[in-house]
């Protein structure tokens, strides 16, 4: 079975557009705390589904996030949702990157 491939370079690119985007900060740093760059519980979901948007994602990853330290680091999170993404069965064959 095919995985979803997108490189973590990729993703911290997304998720630095989102935070841009929608929580006005630019330039974050992957050590800052999620509630320093406003990543709340809501925050969070509202992340989760943007991100799912723009690598169109063949499933929600809402499910997929148990045990994510959602009061960690920037750089904790996206390691985790790299790691969580790369497991996903692809549903198109293609590659994101």
């Known amino acids: ?3 979803v491939t997108v490189t973590e ?3 911290r690119s997304v ?3 989102i935070l841009d985007e929608s929580f006005g900060v630019d330039d974050p740093d992957l050590g800052s705390a999620l509630e320093d760059v406003g ?3 809501l925050g969070m979901t509202e ?3 943007e991100i799912e948007a723009r690598l169109d994602l063949p499933v929600e990853l809402d499910d997929k996030l148990s045990g994510l330290d959602r009061t960690g680091t920037l750089g904790a999170l996206v390691e ?3 790691g969580v993404i790369s497991a ?3 549903s198109t064959g293609k ?3």
């Open 88 to 90: 996903l069965p692809a």
């Open 47 to 49: 992340m989760i589904i």
């Open 15 to 17: 998720v630095f557009e």
């Open 1 to 3: 079975m095919s995985r």
């Open 9 to 11: 370079e990729h993703l």
């Open 39 to 41: 990543i709340d519980s």
């Open 80 to 82: 985790h949702l790299h």
């Open 95 to 97: 590659d994101i990157s």
